[in-house]
Structures are given as structure tokens and as C-alpha cells.
């Protein structure tokens, strides 16, 4: 468990620090996707509500200190994404990945309408369009990541705490 966890801890982290760094050319309306949200779906859906939740504490710590954003609606939108994830994940099909995607780009969305309590913007048409283009890129950059992080996960899990 112990492995699992610094995994997790250590992808966190590595990949709130590559959501800020993402190349612009890469960007849709100058928004780069949210890493930290394709981590919290591979996790929650496979790993179950406490996993989920765990690693919703350490994505907000990781895009909290790399990026500069209020903490409060970072570990509210996070924990209680990760926790709402893996309590999903018995129902629907974590392993298809499509599924995923659309998961990444709906909690993406919701994330950030659940920051927007915490933290509400100057004007309004700004913010949703960064929104809606930050979940269509979540959505479509966590096919590959999805790929590259489910069998991690799968293989630093103990054989019978494994949701297929």
C-alpha cells in the first residue's frame, strides 16, 4: 500500500506541474487541459472512494502550490470529485476509454463550477469559455493518459482491493 500511495503522490505531483507547463501551441482558447482530474478518474474509478479521495487531497495540494489557485475549492472540488469517482466506478465501465473521457470532461467541468463558489470571476463569458475548453481538453488528452496510468495503478494495487 505504502507504494501505491507514494505512486500516487508522485504522479500528483508530476502531473499538476505539466498542466501548468503544457505548450501553448497545445492549448485550446489558451486553457491546457487539467491533468489532475484524468489522474482522479483513472484512480476513483478503479481504485474505489477512499483512493479517490486521497489522491483528490494531493491533486489540490499539487495544482494548489504549482499553480497559485485558492486551496479551499481546490480540495473541496477534488476530494469530493475523487470520492464521487470512485464510488462510480462499480457502475460503469472503467475500463472502456471512451467512458473515461467523457468522465474527464464532465468532472473537469464540474470542478470548476464547484471552484466558482469559491472564487467567482470578474465577468462570467471569459470563465465558461475557459471552462468549456478546458473539459473538452481533459476529455480529449485522457485516452493516452488513461491508457498509460490504469495498468500503474493496477499493478502497485494488492490482488484483492483490485476493481475490474
Known amino acids: ?6 505512486t500516487e503522490f508522485a504522479l500528483a505531483v508530476i502531473l499538476g506541474a505539466w498542466q501548468f507547463a503544457w505548450p501553448t501551441w497545445l492549448r485550446l482558447f489558451e486553457q491546457p487541459p487539467d491533468l489532475a482530474v484524468i489522474l482522479l478518474v483513472v484512480v476513483g474509478l ?4 477512499l483512493e479517490g479521495c486521497w489522491t483528490g487531497l494531493v ?14 475549492g481546490l480540495f473541496v472540488s477534488h476530494m469530493g470529485a475523487g470520492t464521487v469517482l470512485g464510488l462510480l466506478g462499480g457502475r460503469i465501465f472503467p475500463d472502456y476509454i471512451p467512458i473515461a473521457m467523457l468522465v474527464a470532461a464532465a468532472a473537469a467541468l464540474l470542478m470548476n463550477i464547484v471552484e466558482l463558489l469559491f472564487l467567482p470571476p470578474a465577468s462570467l463569458a471569459p470563465w ?6 478546458q473539459a473538452v ?4 488528452v485522457a485516452a493516452p493518459f488513461v491508457a498509460l496510468l490504469r495498468p500503474v495503478m493496477y499493478y502497485f494495487s494488492p490482488a484483492g482491493q483490485r476493481r475490474a
Open 1 to 6: 500500500m505504502f507504494w501505491l500511495y507514494l
Open 46 to 49: 478503479t481504485r474505489g472512494p
Open 59 to 72: 491533486t489540490a495540494l499539487a495544482v494548489g502550490s504549482v499553480g497559485g489557485t485558492p486551496l479551499g
Open 128 to 133: 465558461l469559455t475557459a471552462t468549456v475548453s
Open 137 to 140: 481538453m481533459s476529455g480529449l
